[in-house]
């Protein structure tokens, strides 16, 4: 079972490049979401979707883009890459937005600094 | 507003019981979740509260008073393995999880 899949592991960016970060699951989950994680900040929202073709924005969502265009895939993208945007992140999956009891399954993480 | 308090860091002994308290605020609750993050790594559920009371589950206990906006996190026996961060988190109406900062925990010998 792979889960959350999420690539690449680690990314070094110059400020103003662009790039998509990748999240796949196989668990046929309806929900999925993105966040970052800061240090002594916790987790946070960037983005989020219910389904395939909905998508919504978090606490977060300024510089990132996202689509859903099938269930397993959620790409997220960085327009214009800022040192703000230094950060862990997480793509999160879940089986439904309805199944509130269900806990969220995490990706292993991107780990990505802006020069 | 939302927000959600944990303590930052808690040291306790191998054999011991330690307890994580979370405070939290919002007005569209629906539940609170405790991750469990090792250093490097990604969340992993622990537990899901959404009545009051408390749940158990092994080494791990789970406490909600929604009345108070409150919850807490008990490891009994701990072990070495369990120096980790622990993250509260409570779900809202959008489905979309709050965190809270997290109380990183080192176990000592």
């Known amino acids: 079972n792979a889960g959350v899949t999420q690539t690449p592991k680690f990314q070094v960016l110059k400020t103003g490049q662009s790039m998509t970060l990748q999240c796949a699951q196989d668990?046929?989950?309806?929900?999925m979401s993105w966040y970052r994680q800061d240090p002594g900040m916790g987790l946070r929202l960037i983005h989020y979707?219910?389904?395939?073709?909905?998508?919504d924005q978090g606490e977060v969502p300024n510089g990132y883009n996202v689509s859903r265009s099938t269930t397993e895939d959620f790409p997220l993208r960085l327009l214009s890459a800022a040192p703000s945007q230094t950060s862990v992140y997480f793509c999160?999956?879940?089986?439904?937005?309805?199944?509130?009891?269900?806990?969220?399954?995490f990706g292993d993480g991107t780990r990505l600094s802006i020069l | 507003g939302q927000n959600i308090d944990q303590p930052t860091e808690m040291t306790a002994t191998e054999g011991a019981i330690v307890q994580i308290n979370c405070t939290y605020q919002?007005?569209?609750?629906?539940?609170l979740f405790w991750y469990q993050q090792h250093a490097g790594e990604a969340p992993t559920f622990l537990s899901y509260?959404?009545?009051?009371g408390l749940e158990e589950k092994g080494r791990f206990s789970s406490f909600l008073s929604r009345s108070k906006g409150y919850s807490y996190l008990l490891l009994k026996e701990l072990q070495m393995k369990d120096s980790a961060s622990y993250l509260c988190?409570?779900?809202?109406?959008?489905?979309?999880?709050?965190f809270g900062s997290g109380t990183r925990l080192q176990v000592q010998p």
């Open positions: 999160a999956s879940s089986y439904s937005a309805r199944e509130r009891s269900k806990p969220q399954h």
């Open positions: 668990m046929n989950h309806e929900y």
């Open positions: 979707s219910v389904g395939a073709g909905i998508t």
């Open positions: 919002t007005s569209g609750f629906n539940g």
């Open positions: 509260n959404v009545l009051d």
């Open positions: 988190a409570f779900n809202t109406v959008r489905r979309a999880l709050t």
